[in-house]
């Protein structure tokens, strides 16, 4: 007997199907790579988010009918269900806190144009607009209000120097690579091509990969 038959036999209504282990996976998947990435990524698509949800209320409100129910056997399966559920919901919990660390690092990078919103949902845009406000707000009761009003600009971009503080797009990741591809490597003194094959995992510049892993060349690990 495995988890899925406890579950199962605790819950009749356990999905076990392929589609619920594809948006496990799914969602794992993103949670490593929005952990590894110094930016924030695409915002899952295909309603993953929205799905995982779902089912999490849905194994909420059954924990709470079987709760109480004195079988010794039902109660096993419903500490296997709570663990369970505990997971999921952890995966969703770090994934967003992970996003929203990078938003709050960056809120004006991340507002500042139209490609870079679309990474957003809904809610973190309301939020991240939200945050800048204020945040400005406070700047300016606090010390910006005393500068001369084109000094108290947060994206200022005078002299060619912006005020936006961006990710470092340098930083080392490592990366699975998902089938053969050329790897870019920049040096100091040097720039080459490495083939890297379907498995190699390889450490680069987030900057060279991200390309690969856009495309679904490769996967952040």
Request: net charge negative; glycine share 6%; charged share 20%.
């Given at each position: 007997m495995d988890i899925d038959d406890i579950l199962r036999d605790a819950d009749p209504s356990f999905d076990t199907s392929p589609a619920g282990s594809r948006d496990l996976q799914a969602l794992t998947r993103a949670w490593v790579a929005e952990r590894s990435a110094p930016e924030v990524l695409q915002w899952p698509s295909d309603n993953l988010i929205e799905r995982v949800n779902e089912r999490i209320r849905k194994q909420i409100e059954k924990v709470e009918e079987m709760t109480g129910?004195?079988?010794?056997?039902?109660?096993?399966?419903?500490?296997?269900?709570?663990?369970?559920l505990e997971r999921w919901k952890y995966l969703v919990r770090s994934f967003l806190r992970a996003r929203i660390a990078k938003i709050d690092k960056h809120t004006l990078h991340y507002l500042?144009?139209?490609?870079?919103?679309s990474r957003l949902s809904e809610s973190e845009v309301n939020y991240a607009s939200r945050h800048q406000a204020l945040l400005?707000?406070?700047?300016?009761?606090?010390?910006?209000?005393?500068?001369?009003?084109?000094?108290?600009?947060?994206?200022?971009?005078?002299?060619?120097?912006?005020?936006?503080?961006?990710?470092d797009l340098d930083t080392a990741v490592f990366v699975r690579c998902l089938r053969p591809t050329e790897v870019e490597g920049r040096d100091r003194d040097v720039d080459a091509m490495t083939t890297a094959k379907a498995g190699d995992i390889v450490v680069a510049r987030w900057e060279d990969v991200k390309h690969l892993v856009d495309q679904g060349d490769a996967e952040l690990v």
């Open positions: 129910d004195m079988d010794p056997k039902t109660n096993f399966g419903l500490i296997v269900i709570q663990t369970e500042s144009t139209a490609e870079l919103r400005h707000n406070h700047f300016l009761s606090s010390f910006l209000s005393s500068f001369p009003p084109a000094l108290q600009r947060l994206d200022d971009t005078a002299g060619g120097i912006s005020m936006v503080d961006s990710p």
